[in-house]
């Protein structure tokens, strides 16, 4: 069990990417952040919304 730390607001949406080596968290703080998750470490943090994310998907 890890704890994941990068929003600075509560988490809306999580998905896991296929083969779930990495996760895609969605945040009021109108990020959107792609994890490692095996290490926990930030791969990408998507910043730019104008407002809360509060859905995602991977496809």
Avoid: C, Q
Wanted: hydrophobic share 45%; no cysteine; glycine share 6%.
């Amino acid at each position: 069990l890890k704890v994941l730390e990068g929003h600075s607001k509560m988490v809306r949406a999580v998905a896991f990417f296929p083969y779930g080596r990495r996760l895609l968290s969605a945040s009021n703080d109108e990020t959107m952040i792609i994890w490692d998750v095996e290490s926990g470490e930030v791969e990408k943090k998507v910043a730019g919304h104008t407002d809360s994310v509060n859905s995602i998907a991977i496809a």
